[in-house]
């Protein structure tokens, strides 16, 4: 069974960083891309950022210059994130997705705030 754990969230001050990591277990095969949505209170979830199978990144407008996602050869994603800002406050998750399947990590909270 696949699951995807998300860590790194937390509370910062405007114009800090944080570093969201989102680490598998279980076999994943046939990955397309891996990303980061997030979710703000009364709002849909939104996509934030994701890197192709080969490496190929892209950005939302809103986060592009500051945030960068990158992957490891466990296929585990870390998205730093820097210049913080309020509007960034919102529920982080990771997805995968595959030729068949999507998958969801549980969230991570990230609050900036002064």
């Known amino acids: 069974q696949v699951q995807l754990v998300e860590s790194g969230g937390g509370w910062v001050q405007p114009g800090g960083s944080l570093r969201l990591s989102c680490v598998v277990s279980?076999?994943?095969?046939?990955?397309?891309?891996m990303g980061w949505f997030r979710q703000a209170p009364g709002k849909q979830r939104e996509f934030v950022a994701q890197?192709?199978?080969?490496?190929?990144s892209t950005y939302a407008g809103s986060v592009r210059g500051r945030f960068t996602i990158s992957k490891d050869s466990a296929k585990n994603t870390v998205l730093p994130m820097n210049s913080l800002k309020p509007e960034d406050t919102a529920v982080y998750y990771c997805?995968?997705?595959?030729?068949?399947?999507?998958?969801w990590g549980q969230g991570a909270q990230v609050t900036v705030s002064s």
């Open positions: 997805n995968y997705r595959t030729y068949a399947n999507e998958f």
């Open positions: 279980g076999t994943i095969r046939n990955i397309l891309a």
């Open positions: 890197i192709s199978s080969v490496g190929v």
